[in-house]
């Protein structure tokens, strides 16, 4: 894979800073602290507590449409906040993830480039390469060993090759070799 140079990986950051901005930046970070806060244990505990103290402040307020558009406010209010708080954060770490795969898919010289990016086709072309690896499962279980190919093109090359070797082997009588000349 080629490695740009210091001054371009440094050119291309500072592009993306400046079209990003300040604001962009912090409610990124602000969002990564918003994410993992969200995601303890402490503060699901914490909002378990509140809706219990909620509704038993219930019988005190009379159960009234004001004290039920309190929860029902804050909630939803809350809800809608999360949603694009967390999906901020979600789309980073699928991009880390995409990132880091595509990383090992170009470092394995045994694995099928094609697969960089795929993240980016269409849900019919991910439908095509879904069927590729099916079909590559297929001849996977025809092998002896899990570890036998690594592309579908290897796989296919492998498989033919042994169907030509066992068809060879079943010609041959008794480890001599058969010749179709005699009968």
Do not use: C
């Amino acid at each position: 894979m080629r490695s740009l140079p210091k001054f371009e990986q440094t050119a291309d950051l500072n592009s993306i800073k400046r079209k990003n901005g300040k604001l962009s930046r912090y409610f990124e970070a602000f969002s990564n602290v918003i994410t993992r806060a969200a995601g303890r244990p402490a503060t699901s505990i914490a909002s378990i507590l509140l809706v219990i103290i909620w509704a038993s402040t219930g019988p005190f307020f009379g159960f009234s449409e004001t004290w039920q558009l309190i929860i029902n406010t804050s909630t939803t209010i809350i809800t809608f906040l999360m949603v694009f708080v967390i999906q901020t954060s979600a789309n980073k770490d699928t991009m880390a993830v995409h990132l880091k795969l595509n990383e090992l898919i170009a470092a394995n010289k045994q694995a099928s480039n094609r697969l960089i990016d795929v993240e980016d086709l269409s849900g019919d072309e991910l439908e095509v390469l879904k069927k590729f690896y099916v079909r590559l499962s297929n001849l996977a279980e025809k092998e002896k060993s899990l570890f036998t190919s690594h592309s579908i093109d290897e796989a296919q090359k492998v498989h033919t090759i042994k169907l030509r070797t066992e068809r060879k082997q079943e010609q041959k009588p008794h480890g001599r070799r058969f010749n179709r000349t005699e009968k």
